[in-house]
């Protein structure tokens, strides 16, 4: 028999993740699951089961797809929700950009803060009244300030000063017709958390996310791997290295670290010892100013 006693801190964060998504269940009437084939959602994936299974989720499987995805993670993603017979529903910004509400200043810039309109387009189309995403605290000071369920209004939007308390474990993600809330079951995990999760759990991974050799130039203080989307520049000198990526998302601004950590317990090993956050060290559209995941998140963005 399981006691208090000897719960381990895993054990405890996953216990309160797994109440989350079933007050998400209980409270919601139409929720969604954000996933994207990352280590996040990934983990998201198998609490839900936890939560649900033998039955199906209560809730189908989202991803709101840039055009601009590593393939491997693309596959993943597939196999993981056809392995789990789970409904996947993808929604592309290349469709946005057909219908006229996204308009890219030029035909190479990074698309990663247009996916809130694709993702708003998606709520509206299916009346979603809550995702559940893999976002956590520790990535960045805008996620930091956010609520377990983030409220958001009939636009969309976040406002950072005028969210609902949270005393305890009790949640409320109650809306009226239009709002709708993010739900966020492992905010308060750790880069180190999920990785010890998913080495406990035995969790499939895209290979990305082990030390391989790549092609790369080093740009701003940046690994930018050289792909069709982000090309070596003249004055740039290429180098093969050993690279692996702690974060996944566009190609044109997530960016690999060096790294020879090529299973999960090496990976866990050299977390230990970095000293700089997930996104800081990888997340290129993140760098433009220390506001603008916070001026994204207001837009409606993850």
């Given at each position: 028999?399981?006691?208090l006693?000897?719960?381990?801190?895993?054990?405890?964060?996953?216990?309160?993740?797994?109440?989350?998504?079933?007050?998400?269940?209980?409270q919601?009437?139409?929720?969604?699951?954000?996933?994207?084939?990352?280590?996040?959602?990934?983990?998201?994936?198998?609490?839900?089961?936890?939560?649900?299974r033998?039955?199906r989720?209560?809730?189908p499987l989202l991803h709101?797809?840039?055009?601009?995805?590593?393939?491997?993670?693309?596959?993943?993603?597939?196999?993981?929700?056809?392995?789990?017979n789970?409904?996947?529903?993808?929604?592309?910004?290349?469709?946005?950009?057909?219908?006229?509400?996204?308009?890219?200043?030029?035909?190479?810039?990074p698309?990663?803060?247009?996916?809130s309109?694709?993702?708003?387009?998606a709520?509206?189309?299916?009346e979603?009244?809550?995702?559940?995403g893999?976002?956590?605290r520790?990535?960045?000071k805008?996620?930091?300030?956010?609520?377990i369920?983030?409220?958001r209004?009939?636009?969309?939007?976040?406002?950072?000063?005028?969210q609902?308390?949270?005393?305890?474990?009790?949640?409320?993600?109650?809306?009226?017709?239009?709002?709708?809330?993010?739900?966020?079951?492992?905010s308060?995990w750790?880069?180190?958390?999920?990785?010890?999760?998913?080495?406990?759990?035995?969790?499939?991974?895209?290979?990305?996310?082990?030390?391989?050799?790549?092609p790369?130039?080093?740009r701003?203080?940046?690994?930018v791997?050289?792909?069709?989307?982000?090309?070596?520049?003249?004055?740039?000198?290429?180098?093969?290295?050993?690279?692996?990526?702690?974060?996944?998302?566009d190609?044109t601004?997530?960016?690999?670290?060096?790294?020879?950590?090529d299973?999960?317990?090496?990976i866990?090993?050299?977390?230990?010892?970095?000293?700089?956050?997930?996104?800081?060290?990888?997340?290129l559209?993140?760098?433009?100013?220390d506001?603008?995941?916070?001026?994204r998140?207001?837009?409606?963005?993850f």
């Open positions: 028999m399981t006691t006693s000897n719960l381990t801190h895993l054990d405890w964060l996953e216990s309160e993740a797994i109440h989350i998504l079933r007050e998400v269940a209980g919601c009437s139409n929720p969604v699951l954000l996933f994207s084939g990352g280590k996040d959602s990934l983990c998201l994936l198998r609490l839900a089961e936890k939560a649900f033998p039955g989720f209560p809730f709101i797809d840039t055009g601009h995805n590593y393939d491997e993670v693309i596959q993943f993603r597939d196999l993981r929700a056809k392995e789990l789970e409904r996947l529903i993808v929604r592309s910004l290349e469709d946005s950009m057909k219908r006229g509400t996204i308009v890219l200043k030029t035909a190479d810039e698309r990663n803060k247009h996916q309109v694709t993702l708003l387009e709520i509206a189309e299916f979603f009244d809550c995702c559940i893999g976002a956590r520790d990535e960045e805008a996620r930091a300030k956010e609520r369920m983030s409220f209004d009939e636009f969309g939007q976040w406002d950072p000063k005028n609902r308390p949270e005393l305890w474990n009790l949640y409320n993600a109650r809306v009226h017709k239009g709002e709708n809330i993010r739900a966020f079951p492992i308060n750790t880069e180190m958390d999920v990785w010890q999760y998913i080495e406990r759990e035995k969790l499939g991974l895209p290979s990305i996310y082990f030390a391989h050799k790549r790369i130039v080093r701003g203080g940046a690994i791997p050289i792909t069709p989307l982000t090309p070596k520049k003249d004055n740039e000198v290429a180098e093969e290295i050993m690279v692996r990526y702690r974060t996944v998302g190609i601004c997530t960016a690999p670290v060096e790294s020879e950590a299973n999960v317990e090496k866990i090993i050299e977390t230990a010892s970095t000293t700089i956050t997930e996104r800081g060290a990888t997340r559209d993140d760098q433009t100013s506001a603008s995941m916070e001026q998140k207001k837009e409606g963005y």
